[in-house]
């Protein structure tokens, strides 16, 4: 698989006004996935895998560092990057999305918290367009509350399976998140639910 170019990727982001151009998951890309990206190497691809679940950009942050520099690294965040909270991550993290600013780093934190990801288009969107507002949806998620989220909010979570949509709902009313752990630990494993629990909330 050929190199996929920074160049190449800026173009893509400057030619669509919506987030369908979508990054690669590190929690979901296999080896080969990441293979064929720039910096990437198939010993590094294989340890990115290997390494997986990512819980916060910070983990897979630290774990790219002990192989490629920060320029190297902010390179590679414009094809794979591990989604943020909006209302939880630290600013650390969201400075590591591609072209951030410390000015709008503090935009995205006076708005929470988000109830939505419409909430965060209309509230980023004040500060610039909507082809950037769609760019920077990219990287990031607002948590879905367990015990009122839709199907299609749940079915947004990466990796989501419309048979673990279906237990997410089965087990409603959640009251405490080791309910959730418990239950959904039924089906896959430890690494899988703290996976899945860091897109959800009870709050």
Not at 79 to 88: K, Q
Not at 180 to 197: H, N
Request: with cysteine.
């Amino acid at each position: 698989m050929r190199n996929i170019s920074v160049l190449s990727i800026l173009l893509v982001c400057a030619n669509t006004a919506s987030a369908e151009t979508s990054l690669l998951n590190p929690n979901l890309a296999t080896s080969s996935d990441l293979a064929g990206l720039t910096h990437v190497d198939g010993a590094l691809a294989e340890t990115i895998e290997a390494s997986s679940p990512y819980l916060t950009a910070l983990e897979l942050d630290e774990a790219l560092s002990e192989d490629l520099p920060p320029e190297q690294r902010a390179e590679v965040y414009g094809v794979l990057f591990r989604p943020i909270n909006l209302n939880t991550s630290l600013e650390a993290e969201i400075m590591l999305i591609p072209g951030m600013s410390k000015r709008m780093a503090h935009e995205f934190e006076e708005y929470r918290p988000y109830s939505s990801i419409e909430q965060f288009r209309r509230e980023i969107g004040k500060y610039v367009d909507d082809e950037e507002v769609a760019r920077l949806e990219r990287y990031v998620f607002v948590p879905v509350n367990l015990n009122t989220a839709s199907r299609e909010q749940i079915m947004a979570i990466p990796g989501m399976s419309s048979r673990m949509a279906h237990e997410f709902e089965e087990y409603r009313p959640y009251t405490t998140i080791e309910q959730f752990r418990r239950e959904i630990g039924k089906y896959v494993d430890a690494d899988e639910v703290a996976r899945l629990e860091s897109y959800v909330t009870l709050d």
